[in-house]
């Protein structure tokens, strides 16, 4: 990305300008030198909107350019040359949401809606209330609580990567939680509102392998490009329902006289119990 920086002479740091500069990201030393705005990399020649090497002549001391101060300053719109990798952002931990990948427009699911663990993760379309295994929920995890584990409700395991890996072309799968660093995911939201969802352990990114637009596309993990505008396999629209992934318990109330199984009841003082066919245990009230 590149930086926008102008200097000030109010305050001998950067701030936002109404010019739109083009500077590489690179160190910069911003600061009001006679009248001179001085950086650490390359002029901005407004005219031809690019940046540029200038002169040896306008080079400051200890190496640093020098740009002349405008006095009028008019908008300009340069465009850094990499694709959007989006900001690390939080996702609703309490509802459940689907993946639908920007490419195929196909929810991402769990192949055959299978049980097993070690079975791909697979697209599919959107099904509604018909099936769950398009349905996720993102579990905080880590003392940044921005690194989740994700997982199906239909199956209750999580996305991972076959073996842990941290190649390309890995596959994407579901398994139980054990604790290992593929499970865990970062989502970086984009400027189109999408999302890349990048694994911590290997830094790749979700994807539909070939932007696959059937079910039988492989998702696995894959690099982000650097130049142009990224490949919208790896990205991914979050819909988040309504629906809490786990709904809260029933306020409920009785003697508790006609218990059948685990059972919890709330007396008149606001004390829960958690009945049992031999054994009672009593929760005080909040």
């Not at 959007?84 to 699911?109: E, R």
């Not at 919890?264 to 606001?270: A, S």
Request: aromatic content about 8%; charged content about 15%; glycine content about 8%.
């Amino acid at each position: 990305m590149y930086l926008i920086r102008l200097c000030s002479k109010r305050f001998l740091g950067c701030r936002m300008p109404a010019l739109q500069a083009c500077f590489a990201a690179s160190p910069i030393n911003c600061a009001e030198v006679k009248g001179l705005y001085v950086f650490r990399t390359n002029v901005f020649d407004s005219a031809a909107c690019r940046c540029r090497s200038p002169p040896v002549s306008n080079r400051g001391p200890g190496g640093v350019w020098r740009l002349k101060r405008e006095r009028r300053v008019r908008r300009l719109a340069c465009q850094p040359s990499g694709p959007d990798n989006g900001t690390l952002t939080s996702v609703s931990d309490t509802y459940s949401f689907t993946l639908t990948n920007a490419s195929s427009s196909l929810v991402l699911g769990i192949a055959g809606q299978s049980q097993t663990a070690g079975t791909a993760l697979a697209q599919e379309a959107n099904a509604g209330a018909a099936t769950t295994d398009d349905q996720w929920h993102a579990m905080p995890m880590g003392s940044s609580q921005l690194q989740y584990n994700v997982e199906n409700l239909l199956t209750h395991q999580v996305m991972g990567i076959a073996n842990a890996s941290t190649a390309a072309g890995a596959l994407a799968l579901q398994w139980a939680d054990n604790g290992t660093n593929d499970h865990l995911w970062e989502f970086y939201l984009l400027k189109d509102g999408n999302y890349l969802i990048q694994n911590a352990n290997s830094s790749l990114y979700l994807e539909d392998s070939g932007s696959g637009t059937t079910s039988s596309a492989v998702i696995d993990q894959g690099a982000r490009a650097t130049t142009g505008t990224g490949c919208s396999c790896q990205e991914w629209t979050l819909a988040v329902s309504m629906t809490p992934a786990y709904a809260a318990p029933r306020v409920v109330t009785g003697t508790g006289i006609y218990v059948h199984d685990p059972y919890m009841l709330k007396d008149p003082n606001g004390t829960y119990w958690l009945m049992g066919p031999t054994r009672r245990w009593r929760t005080p009230p909040t």
